[in-house]
């Protein structure tokens, strides 16, 4: 049984960081892809970043320069660096993961949406 397990989420004010972390309960196979991914009230489950075993990352347009994703193999866990925070970042942020995937940048993230285990999320509000 694999979980995924989210903190760092909170409330800044434009233009500053938050830090979230993901924990992998469970095993999954190494070889994999973990993501990030947001949805904001209203709106549209929307991927945010992605990476995979072998360190390949990739981000939606209007994150990119501002987020960066990475992940701790001895720890099990998956990391956002959130810089530079506007208020259309505000959204409930979900971590997931499916075994065996690679992340290609050019497919991102259309086709990364069929994640196998999902986190119940964490709520990152930024203010004007």
């Known amino acids: 049984q694999v979980q995924l397990v989210e903190s760092g989420g909170g409330s800044v004010q434009a233009g500053g960081s938050l830090g979230l972390s993901c924990q992998v309960h469970?095993?999954?196979?190494?070889?994999?892809?973990m993501g990030w991914f947001r949805q904001a009230p209203g709106k549209e489950r929307e991927g945010v970043a992605a990476i995979d075993s072998d360190g390949t990352a990739a981000y939606v347009h209007s994150v990119k320069g501002r987020f960066t994703i990475s992940k701790d193999g001895a720890n099990n866990t998956l990391y956002l660096q959130m810089d530079s925070l506007r208020p259309e970042d505000t959204a409930m942020y979900y971590c997931?993961?499916?075994?065996?995937?690679?992340?290609?940048?050019?497919?991102?993230?259309?086709?990364?949406?069929?994640?196998?285990?999902w986190g119940k999320g964490t709520l990152v509000t930024i203010s004007s």
């Open positions: 469970g095993y999954i196979y190494p070889r994999n892809c």
């Open positions: 997931a993961a499916k075994p065996g995937c690679t992340v290609v940048p050019q497919s991102f993230p259309d086709h990364y949406y069929g994640m196998d285990y």
